[in-house]
């Protein structure tokens, strides 16, 4: 498994970022945060608030009550019981609070003009309450516990202060949040700079470049995790090294007694003669020498390839080298001209590359067109426009699957055809160390059958 997730069997949904998840989750617990306390806010304002009227509603009852009996206790000592209950002289407006004066029995004896004519609770008893409709009631007893005054306050008249400081405290919300957003993104952004510079100095290098990664700046944490990877890198340089020692060591320690044997065997065929049977067994030997030998050419330059030869090029015409190439091939097969160069008129082919790797690779990707074309078929080696060069052939066309596969070490499509398989490996190595890419194209580009290579070099 890599960093990617699995949204299904089989399934590949898209990357996730350490930044996107950090931040997404600040945000989400920041804002979580901050309704959380916003709600016990609500909470502890509702309760003050309502502690606040209930104490407006008691401290009105308790100046108002006094003075009402005083003033107007001759109305309260005349007004008959069976009629109904006068309201005390003002001109008529709407009232915050309403009232009544009546009796511990609960017979309302006087009243504001927007009061009821029945008591708003009964049994008259000191204290809070609710009536019927809603309304927030106080009730105070006189000091000669005759009267008492019920003081109401209109239902929803609190609603509206409770909403108004609820609004007030979550209206910042929608200007916090996105600038919460903002900052944590650039929090996040600043605090994992270091992390992204580790990593694209990681995919910038090539596979071949396997120096140290630089741990100077960076966090404690980082430190070790790069001092870690820089140990696996020093360890898998020296296993590389010893590979390509290996495999260059053998590689020319057979060159010679292959050579030497080729040259026996071919005696032995002269001297039995190339017609009788034995003759030709040891032509047939002779072959597998001569494949012996090629492969052990091909161990070199790919451990030339390997070792970061090509990285030390720079910018050189390549035009002269590539025709000599092909005139080179030309004359080692049977059909003259059967290679065939197009350089769209070009006098010049400049391009950043090491002269000699340029060399290899090139006669590489002829020698592979020549061998698994058509018999008889013309390949063709194009230059330009632009720093690219390309080969093609009329061979049979490669499914895409196993044109993939193609810059694999070893990988043949046809074990019965005489071969390496490392010729597109060195070319693929050797273009990606010249800062370019290797692509394959089959059928050829414009054509309906045969292979193509495209050989990019870096910009020039």
Known sequence: MTQLERSGPGIMSTPWTLRGRLTRSLTLGITLSWLSAAALAVVAVRFELHEEFDSVLQETAQHLLPSTLEEHRPVLETTNLGTAPPTLPAVPHDEYITYQILTVDGQVRLRSHQAPMRAYLLPVVTGFGWDPQGRRVYTEMSVDGQHAIEIAEPAGHRAEPIVDAIFSLLLPLGALVPLAIWLIH??????????TAVQQEIASRSRSNLEPLPAAGLPAELVTMVTDVNLLLQRLALAM?????????????????????????QLLAAHLGEATPLGQRALAICEDLRRMSRLAERLLQLSRAEAGVAMAGGLLDALPLVVMLVEDANRQVAEPHRIRLETGGATSFMVRAEIDMLGIAVRNLLDNALLHGAAEGVVSLRVGPGPVLSVSNDGPVVAAAELATLTERFRRLDDDRPGSGLGLAIVNTIAQQFGGALRLHSPARGSTQGFEVEFAFSAV
């Open 241 to 265: 090294e010893g590979e390509r020692s290996f495999a260059a060591n053998s590689a020319h320690e057979m060159r010679t007694p292959v050579a030497a044997a080729m040259a026996q065997t």
């Open 186 to 195: 650039r929090s996040v952004r600043r605090g994992l700079s270091p992390l």
